[in-house]
């Protein structure tokens, strides 16, 4: 059963750079594709984009300026990054595992609240 | 982008209930859905991928149907621990986007 567990700093201030890392047990990086989504207070989910198991990446394109997901398979992990961050971006970041063809996400994190505030 | 509205936004149901709630594409997007179940504090679940295939593990009372642009999820015999926010989301485009859920609470 592939484990997900998020991690990183639960409030960070306006403009700085969100960082977030999703560890990856009984399953590895190197296949599969490895997402991102989030889900702000009291609205839906937004999908931020994933990383193919080739390394390659896909965005959403109303956050593809400012996000940056990179993987480290010494340590199976995958890495979310999102700059200049606003108040906005306060949000569950949730990590998940993405099944080819019809790109289900089988397999999700907790989620960690992040928020944007000064 | 596909954008996918989600029907009813709550609905109130008890025990042993049969549920319907359904899910409608701004486009047409062949049988490219997927429905997850979202409990506060517990990591999300696929229930349905490919619009009526079941994800491994999932009991057999829920079920998917549609294809094009209107698609369901139903639950046979709603369950305890069923109550919860079901969201759909789309996979037609490499722009993934979802819906915006529907609750099931306790009537």
Partial sequence: QVQLQESGPGLIKPSETLSLTCTVSDASITTHYWGWIRQPPGKGLEWIGYMYHSGGTNYNPSLKSRVTISGDTSKNQVSLRLSSVTAADTAVYYCARGVEGVVQFDSWGQGALVTVSS | ?107
């Fill in chain 2, 1 to 107: 982008d596909i954008q996918m509205t989600q029907s009813p936004p709550s609905l109130s149901a008890s025990v042993g209930d049969s549920v319907t709630f359904t899910c409608r594409a701004s486009q047409s997007i062949s049988r490219y859905v997927n429905w997850y179940q979202m409990k506060s504090g517990k990591a999300p679940k696929l229930l349905i991928y490919a619009a009526s295939n079941l994800h491994s593990g999932v009991p057999s009372r829920f079920s998917g149907s549609g294809s094009g642009t209107e698609f369901t999820l139903t639950i046979s015999s709603l369950q305890p621990e069923d109550f919860a926010t079901y969201h759909c989301q789309q996979s037609y485009s490499p722009f993934l986007t979802f819906g915006g859920g529907t609750r099931v609470e306790v009537k």
